[in-house]
């Protein structure tokens, strides 16, 4: 009889138990009837309520904070149906192959428990590993198991970025995902208002687990300390919502929502989102107030500006999407609008795109600073607002 160490011929689907799928369904069901009850529930205002200004302004409110609870309860609910629904199929590597890896890593200090390619429609050709340093060995930096791994695969492989950093002497599992097609540089420069010690802007960049990298600039109203706050708790929750899962969109209606609660026009705040796909080079533009973007292929410069209000104005916004295909070589340069604002009431926006197109640095933090010099320069020095450049570019892995 074979121990629970050796390898086991067995395909595994995991999903959850029939009664867990359905508690979970039944509590996405109350979610929806829950959201129901606030779209249909109307409070009728007494006349009185409405015969001022105040009034009326104090019942808008009521209803708009009706259908921004139910469209809260509307995404959990949809969040707990795709939970519901996902299945994670494990085929185990063949036995003779588990065998010869086995061996392989072990003459790399690493003994071996499970081997298995994880697919689902999300997810193909993910590895994972169930193994542990051997006997009287020192814990080994995971990085130094994957060159190993694409050796012997004969691809390039990475640690998933929720992979331990070390193999250690209890066993723990390990993801290993193929490398993107592209990789990513990235660079940025910023100057502060006049007057002022700190800028209101922040900068984000975050790699996500399924190959994406998100490019997030926010401005908040105003100046100093206090927008730079404001700005800073954007980009922070924007980066926890999308590691937890959810979606661009529904992220930014949250997030929205949350601001417009607030009731203060200090509380609104500029968002610009970049989603660029590792694997296909394609890039996605959101823009919620945010000052226009270029994408510059070699001598070519192209606007991309997407109108729109800031996050907190309205209730519930129309996210309409740019899409760009981006080739090696390729950049895109994000903007504040202290910049473009600057630049339009000179009316210089023109000679910018000049600019960019006869840039031939091809370091993204030398362009950014350069970018940002060339603004300051033709506003004679004078920086009337916080100035932003975020700028990045792709090539092939």
Same mark, same amino acid.
């Given at each position: 009889?074979?121990?629970?160490?050796?390898?086991?011929?067995?395909?595994?689907?995991?999903?959850?138990?029939?009664?867990?799928?359905?508690?979970?369904?039944?509590?996405?069901?109350?979610?929806?009837?829950?959201?129901?009850?606030?779209?249909?529930?109307?409070?009728?205002?007494?006349?009185?309520?409405?015969?001022?200004?105040?009034?009326?302004?104090?019942?808008?409110?009521?209803?708009?904070?009706?259908?921004?609870?139910?469209?809260?309860?509307?995404?959990?609910?949809?969040?707990?149906?795709?939970?519901?629904?996902?299945?994670?199929?494990?085929?185990?590597?063949?036995?003779?192959?588990?065998?010869?890896?086995?061996?392989?890593?072990?003459?790399?200090?690493?003994?071996?428990?499970?081997?298995?390619?994880?697919?689902?429609?999300?997810?193909?050709?993910?590895?994972?590993?169930?193994?542990?340093?051997?006997?009287?060995?020192?814990?080994?930096?995971?990085?130094?198991?994957?060159?190993?791994?694409?050796?012997?695969?004969?691809?390039?492989?990475?640690?998933?970025?929720?992979?331990?950093?070390?193999?250690?002497?209890?066993?723990?599992?390990?993801?290993?995902?193929?490398?993107?097609?592209?990789?990513?540089?990235?660079?940025?420069?910023?100057?502060?208002? +006049?007057?002022?010690?700190?800028?209101? $802007?922040? %900068? @984000?960049? #975050?790699?996500?687990?399924? /190959?994406?990298?998100?490019? &997030? *600039?926010?401005?908040?109203?105003?100046?100093?300390?206090?927008?730079?706050?404001?700005?800073?708790?954007?980009?922070?929750?924007?980066?926890?919502?999308?590691?937890?899962?959810?979606?661009?969109?529904?992220?930014?209606?949250?997030?929205?929502?949350?601001?417009?609660?607030?009731?203060?026009?200090?509380?609104?705040?500029?968002?610009?989102?970049?989603?660029?796909?590792?694997?296909?080079?394609?890039?996605?533009?959101?823009?919620?107030?945010?000052?226009?973007?270029?994408?510059?292929?070699?001598?070519?410069?192209?606007?991309?500006?997407?109108?729109?209000?800031?996050?907190?104005?309205?209730?519930?916004?129309?996210?309409?999407?740019?899409?760009?295909?981006?080739?090696?070589? +390729?950049?895109?340069?994000?903007?504040? $609008?202290? %910049? @473009?604002? #600057?630049?339009?009431?000179? /009316?210089?926006?023109?000679? &910018? *795109?000049?600019?960019?197109?006869?840039?031939?640095?091809?370091?993204?933090?030398?362009?950014?600073?350069?970018?940002?010099?060339?603004?300051?320069?033709?506003?004679?020095?004078?920086?009337?607002?916080?100035?932003?450049?975020?700028?990045?570019?792709?090539?092939?892995?």
């Amino acid at each position: 009889m074979k121990s629970k160490d050796n390898y086991i011929a067995q395909q595994t689907i995991i999903t959850l138990p029939e009664y867990g799928i359905q508690k979970i369904k039944n509590c996405a069901d109350s979610y929806r009837n829950i959201a129901k009850i606030f779209l249909n529930f109307q409070e009728a205002p007494e006349q009185s309520k409405t015969q001022n200004r105040q009034g009326m302004i104090y019942h808008r409110q009521m209803v708009e904070n009706q259908y921004f609870m139910a469209e809260q309860f509307l995404n959990m609910a949809d969040k707990l149906s795709q939970v519901a629904t996902e299945s994670y199929q494990f085929v185990p590597e063949e036995e003779k192959q588990f065998k010869q890896l086995a061996r392989y890593l072990k003459r790399e200090g690493v003994e071996v428990k499970h081997i298995y390619f994880m697919e689902n429609e999300n997810r193909d050709g993910v590895l994972e590993i169930t193994m542990r340093v051997v006997q009287n060995r020192e814990r080994i930096p995971v990085t130094d198991i994957t060159e190993a791994l694409g050796l012997y695969y004969d691809m390039r492989l990475k640690p998933s970025i929720k992979s331990g950093y070390f193999v250690e002497p209890e066993y723990q599992s390990f993801t290993f995902i193929q490398e993107p097609a592209f990789m990513v540089l990235s660079g940025q420069a910023m100057a502060v208002k +006049d007057g002022e010690e700190i800028s209101g $802007d922040s %900068i @984000l960049v #975050s790699e996500a687990v399924d /190959g994406h990298m998100y490019f &997030l *600039m926010a401005d908040g109203v105003g100046s100093g300390r206090e927008a730079s706050l404001r700005s800073e708790k954007v980009l922070d929750f924007m980066e926890k919502f999308l590691a937890a899962g959810y979606s661009k969109e529904h992220t930014i209606q949250i997030l929205n929502g949350l601001i417009l609660q607030d009731g203060q026009e200090s509380a609104m705040s500029t968002l610009d989102v970049c989603d660029l796909n590792l694997y296909k080079g394609v890039c996605e533009f959101s823009k919620i107030g945010a000052a226009a973007s270029y994408h510059k292929r070699d001598y070519l410069v192209e606007k991309i500006w997407i109108e729109n209000l800031p996050l907190g104005a309205f209730g519930t916004m129309d996210l309409d999407v740019a899409r760009r295909r981006l080739d090696e070589g +390729d950049y895109v340069i994000m903007l504040t $609008d202290g %910049i @473009l604002e #600057s630049l339009i009431m000179l /009316g210089q926006e023109e000679k &910018l *795109m000049e600019y960019i197109s006869k840039l031939s640095v091809k370091n993204p933090r030398e362009m950014a600073q350069k970018i940002l010099q060339y603004c300051i320069g033709i506003c004679r020095g004078n920086i009337r607002d916080d100035m932003s450049v975020l700028v990045f570019g792709m090539w092939k892995n």
